[in-house]
């Protein structure tokens, strides 16, 4: 029921009286009550065009059929989604986008997913009374990474208002008229935009063909996860799809709380390096490869004969992989812990506001209510000093980011001057040179577990495919086994366990858990103002 | 009272389209009596209201009424856009005033901005329009010359200033709101009504759209009264009108006569009757977006509800008369060929109906056709009309079902015997149709 303090309109759907918040777009007000009116050019995060018409009722208060995109529900208006005026209208709408259309789904990516071709299910001719030649439009590059289709357009306009709106670029418009009009750049304007991708998604067909999907999967026949992207600290939610156990394309969810609709580039093409030819993908010793079992040994053992274990963690690993390495340091006295961080990359805010981070990993802030917020800054200097003065013999360091050299050209200098180096690393790189152990570590799309946005909400990402013929522990099962091992673990959790003992011990993740977390997150509510994780920016 | 005319009294004088002489023949007086501080606009917008003036553009609406939408108090500017695109084919009236009596326009603008409250008027002129651009030009900078426009027009206090603005050939740029577009720098598409000018126009604030002929009346109609005007043809739809002839008659041409006129008398009388002796096919009344009529359906009174009543439209009062020689077949192909060029491709009825229509209209007149296609085009015209966010589908649906229902022998006869006549001269060795697709 609406609140009471929201204004109410009653009106008529299909025959019903129903009641919905005043100011709402018939389209939006039949969906609240189950009515789904099929559209092409609306969609709710761009302005209203108008232009498909696909969504036309019958309404009282009009001689002609009305578009539901656009007129707003009022007392006493009575729509018809079913009439005989609304059924043709909709149906003749259905044949008109259809008659100059190409019969090219079977070679279209978008075929699967595409609205005209659910559309015309519902709602379209069974046959064509079009006997004409089809008109032909081009087909082209308009930018680096996303072409036209021009046949298959059917000029909705969501991309140019995407751009208009969204991104404020505005690359793209329509060239010429009538059933000539498609989508074009202007000369020498190539879109590319941070948010450019966007535009593939929201087609609703496949005139806009990402170069990065074209010809890769039928789109059925992808497995989908709800995950989170690691390419920065803003946390947009995310689809992954895979093939066979292989990522092949990164979509947007929507959240309106992180990311609207949307997503950036640098986040939706940033996950090549998983399939990289230079990935670490077993551990390794100074003698070869070894098993799961001789590399626990072999770790134990140097725990066992150090004198003091310094642990350099980084933003990339999840709160409950977080979590096992403070409870592992806490386990010797006398450890030390420091964290890195990144170079910072670019922030940006588009005109929608939509954010991108400066911050290219996903969980300093996690890192920090785990560990408490000097990790990345007093207790790295303070590590970085201990190594520097040779008082640190061991340590064990992570890099789940796509940086060859691991921490970065100071903290591999730094780490050198530990004699014995424990390192887990996604990509092969010099600074893992003279290790003595090497661990294959996850990147994101890899873990299980949550992280911290930069705005503190904690939200799941999801392991999404599994590197290596034969997969590698991650760092949640190693660091599991280590415990284990070393005598104080009983058994074996998965993360929403781990997690569950993280929120027993420290305070913000205090009384959540992981089916709480839902699909969009949720907000760490009870820090003290003003210690926030931003202040890189 | 005789019937006067307005627009077109003094154009065969040379110096006609001149401040001196307009001045010498009336002219300004009654904008200085609008402009007048003592006059209340709201006494000009009643004054308009009980002429019955309808717009001339097209759609006929009551002037009057479309100024009393406008908001009275608005911290936004508000604008007057004078239609003059000018763009419905077989129309060329505006194009007359424009060139010949310029300075009528001018005081027709100053009234409605005295009325409604304007400081700004853009003329949106047909970008083809060269010398009538010339000639306006020339006397809006006489009209600021002489102090009749600008910061204090006519002494009033008032400022009123008035640019020109150059289409660049797009039909769809005479739709109120596509034009609107056009003037604010975007492709001129139409919007989205409502809001509708008057509330939110041309760069989000409120507007004024009224044809050149529209506000060419204003001072006549100040100068006579409403009642006087009201008892000039119709009394729902008065004034005296420009009634533009084409086609095939003797002497084509602009006739300014009072509304109402019959149209047998404004073809045979004033445009000289069907040429070469011929006999009368048919009519377009008012533009090529009219319905057609039969030459048996000629006997109607010129004005907006004779005209409606006979299922057709006054529209922009462009009449074409073609003779019974005139095959109804490449007329329409014409016709269609025109709209689907034209259409802007927004509207997915519009975009992809104009097309079709286009098509298949080729493909009959190019001896491909088959009988179902005159159900089919009849079907796709039901399917155009009163669907998209202009009338542009409509414009193009009511010529295309008219001519078809009415002309339905033309098209059997271009299906039957291989095309349509004009089309089997040109290509007689083809007679008998290309291979066919029935």
């Not at chain 1, 990402?210 to 690691?230: L, P, Q, T």
């Not at chain 1, 577990?449 to 999404?464: A, I, K, N, P, Y």
């Not at chain 2, 010129?302 to 073609?322: F, N, P, Q, Y």
Request: with cysteine; net charge negative.
């Amino acid at each position: 029921m609406p609140d009471i303090k929201t204004p109410t309109t009653r009106w008529t759907l299909n025959g019903q009286e129903v009641e919905n918040t005043s100011g709402m777009t018939i389209l939006e007000a039949a969906s609240e009550h189950g009515v789904e009116i099929p559209c092409f050019c609306y969609h709710p995060g761009l302005s209203i065009a108008g232009n498909c018409r696909i969504c036309m009722v019958e309404s009282n208060r009009s001689p002609k059929p009305v578009i539901s995109c656009s007129e707003r529900i009022a007392d006493g208006l009575e729509i018809e989604t079913e009439s005989e005026v609304a059924v043709d209208a909709r149906n003749s709408v259905m044949e008109f986008q259809l008659i100059n259309h190409p019969l090219d789904c079977p070679v279209c990516d978008k075929s699967g997913e595409c609205v005209l071709q659910d559309h015309s299910y519902s709602h379209g001719p069974d046959r064509s009374r079009f006997i004409e030649d089809k008109n032909i439009r081009h087909t082209k590059e308009l930018g680096p990474t996303i072409s036209i289709w021009g046949n298959r357009c059917i000029v909705c306009t969501r991309c140019t208002r995407f751009c208009d709106e969204i991104s404020g670029t505005s690359e793209l418009c329509i060239v010429e008229r009538g059933d000539r009009s498609v989508v074009d750049v202007f000369p020498g304007i190539p879109i590319d935009n941070q948010l450019a991708g966007n535009t593939v998604d929201i087609c609703p067909v496949g005139a806009l063909i990402s170069h990065d999907f074209k010809f890769e999967a039928r789109v059925w026949n992808m497995e989908r996860k709800d995950s989170i992207c690691g390419g920065c600290s803003r946390g947009c939610n995310i689809e992954v799809e895979t093939l066979d156990g292989f990522v092949k394309r990164l979509m947007p969810r929507e959240n309106q709380d992180v990311n609207d609709w949307w997503m950036c580039d640098e986040g939706r093409y940033g996950w090549r390096h998983l399939y990289s030819d230079d990935r670490v993908l077993e551990a390794r010793g100074p003698s070869g490869p070894l098993d799961s079992s001789r590399s626990i040994t072999a770790f134990i053992e140097i725990l066992d004969n150090s004198p003091r274990v310094a642990f350099l963690i980084d933003p990339f690993l999840t709160c409950e992989e977080l979590h096992l390495v403070h409870a592992l340091a806490a386990s010797s006295s006398d450890s030390l812990v420091g964290g890195w961080l990144p170079e910072q990359g670019a922030a940006a805010e588009f005109p929608a506001g939509f954010k991108i981070s400066a911050d290219k990993h996903p969980n300093r802030n996690g890192a920090e209510q785990v560990f408490g917020h000097q990790v990345f800054g007093e207790d790295a200097s303070h590590l970085q000093r201990a190594l520097d003065d040779g008082s640190i013999e061991t340590i064990v360091a992570f890099c789940g980011g796509p940086d060859p050299d691991g921490p970065g050209q100071e903290w591999s200098a730094a780490l050198v001057k530990a004699s014995t180096r424990i390192l887990f690393s996604v990509l092969e790189g010099n600074w893992l040179d003279g290790a003595a152990l090497v661990f294959p570590a996850t990147a994101p799309l890899e873990k299980e577990g949550t992280w911290v946005s930069e705005d503190d909400r904690l939200q799941r990402t999801r392991s999404c495919w599994k590197p290596g013929e034969t997969p590698f522990p991650g760092e949640l099962v190693l660091l599991q086994s280590l415990q284990s091992a070393l005598g104080t673990r009983s058994r074996s959790l998965s993360a929403a366990g781990i997690f569950r003992e993280l929120s027993e011990v420290c305070a913000p993740f205090a009384g959540h858990n992981h089916s709480d977390i839902g699909s969009s997150g949720l907000l760490l509510s009870d820090r003290p103002a003003g210690v926030g994780a931003g202040g890189g920016a | 009272m005789a019937f006067r005319k307005i627009f077109t009294q003094h154009i065969q004088k040379k110096t006609c389209h001149t401040m001196a002489f307009y001045k010498q023949h009336g002219g300004y007086e009654q904008a200085k009596a609008a402009l007048s501080k003592r006059k209340k606009p709201d006494t000009l917008i009643d004054l308009v209201k009980a002429s019955n003036l309808r717009g001339r553009g097209g759609a006929g609406f009551p002037t009057g009424v479309k100024w009393g939408f406008v908001p009275k108090t608005t911290d936004k500017p508000k604008y007057l856009v004078v239609n003059a695109d000018e763009s419905e084919p077989g129309t060329f009236k505006d194009r007359l005033i424009m060139e010949k009596n310029p300075h009528l326009l001018l005081e027709g603008i100053l009234i409605c901005c005295k009325a409604v409250g304007i400081e700004t008027a853009y003329i949106y002129i047909r970008g083809e329009f060269v010398f009538a651009t010339e000639r306006l030009q020339k006397a809006i900078d006489e009209a600021y010359d002489a102090g009749f426009l600008g910061n204090n027009a006519l002494g009033s206090g008032q400022r009123i200033d008035v640019t020109v603005h150059r289409g660049a050939g797009a039909y769809i740029c005479g739709e109120e709101t596509g034009m609107l577009t056009s003037l604010e720098g975007d492709r001129g598409n139409p919007k989205l009504k409502p809001p509708f000018p008057a509330i939110e126009g041309v760069f989000g604030c409120p507007t004024v759209v009224n044809n050149v002929e529209t506000l060419a009346n204003l001072p006549y109609i100040l100068e006579i009264g409403a009642d006087a005007y009201r008892a000039i043809g119709p009394e729902n739809s008065p004034g005296p009108k420009l009634f533009c002839v084409s086609g095939h008659v003797e002497n084509p041409g602009t006739f300014e006569l009072p509304m109402g006129v019959p149209l047998r008398t404004l073809i045979d009388k004033h445009a000289g009757g069907v040429w070469k002796g011929r006999k009368l096919k048919a009519v377009i009344p008012g533009g090529s977006s009219a319905h057609v009529l039969t030459a048996d359906e000629c006997d109607v009174a010129m004005d907006i509800e004779s005209l409606a009543a006979a299922g057709t439209m006054l529209g922009s009062a462009g009449v074409i008369v073609m003779d019974e020689t005139t095959c109804m077949v490449d007329a329409m192909l014409n016709v269609m060929r025109f709209y689907h060029h034209e259409s802007c491709g927004q509207c997915t009825p519009c975009r992809e109906g104009t097309g079709w229509l286009a098509k298949i209209t080729h493909r009959i007149a190019h001896g491909e056709g088959r009988m179902e296609d005159l159900d089919l085009i009849q079907d796709v015209c039901d399917r155009m009309v009163g669907k998209t966010i202009c009338a542009l589908a409509d414009a193009a649906a009511f010529p295309a079902e008219s001519i078809v229902k009415k002309f339905k022998s033309d098209f059997e006869s271009a299906i039957q015997n291989g095309g349509s006549p004009a089309w089997k001269k040109r290509h007689p060795s083809v007679v008998g149709g290309a291979a066919s697709h029935a």
